[in-house]
């Protein structure tokens, strides 16, 4: 099969096994661009796995997956990254001891290589984009305030400000709400509800209420297959999703 070139991103036939357990089984599904992808499903449904999949840290026992026309089954993690693909686990993995500012700036693509790092030197151009991520992330007035004192949240809010400084075109997000208030959670469908202009979301999420809030469109898991997809609204009323999954 040929990936179809209108979508960001093509899964075709993926699989993956793990000791004759088929933990992802012959899935396709496509990105568009600027999409917010939800991705919910029981537990065990293969959903993080998809993610692991597309960022190169499992590697598929059989099928596609191409961004903008690229095969990444064959790359390596730090390529998939620099094709343009971001992921966010999780559990928040920030810099406790850094600020805000020094999260996002050593997030920032020049200071991400060794000769880059080396050379890297806080200038007008680092200083304005850690401004506008802030300021896209409700940090704005946190820049100098260590990552440590933050709240659940605004931990969330950071590491995604930390992959949004490095501009990538498909972003990644495993249950970005897990924890957060109510008010955390209507802010970060917000959030990211702003960044998709430019941008493609996929979202691993248990929060119905967060992902009728911010999806485009739903692929509902099971067993490693798609059990249904489309709006929301249609995925709510298929009698096979009420069944497997919200109906618990």
Known sequence: MTAQPNFLLSVEGLTVSFDGFKAVDDLSFYV??????VI????????????DLICGRTKATGGSIQFRGKELTAMREHQIVHAGIGRKFQNPSIYDDLTVFENLEISFP??????????????QEVR??????AETIFLADQLDTSAEYLSHGQ????????????????????????GMSVNERKKTAELLNRITKGRSVI??????????DIAHKVTVLHQGRILSEGSMER??????????????
């Open 32 to 37: 568009d661009e600027n999409e917010i992808r």
């Open 40 to 51: 919910i499903g029981p537990n065990g449904a293969g959903k993080t796995t998809v993610l």
């Open 110 to 123: 020049r200071g991400r290589s060794v000769f880059g790092a080396l050379a890297f030197k806080r200038d």
């Open 128 to 133: 304005e984009r850690v401004a506008e991520v």
């Open 155 to 178: 931990k969330q809010w950071l590491e995604i400000g930390m992959l949004l400084i490095q501009d990538p075109e498909l972003l990644m997000l495993d249950e970005p709400v897990a």
């Open 203 to 212: 979202v691993i999420e248990h929060d119905m209420k967060f992902v009728e």
């Open 235 to 248: 995925v709510k009323s298929d009698p096979k999703v009420v069944e497997v999954y919200l109906g618990h």
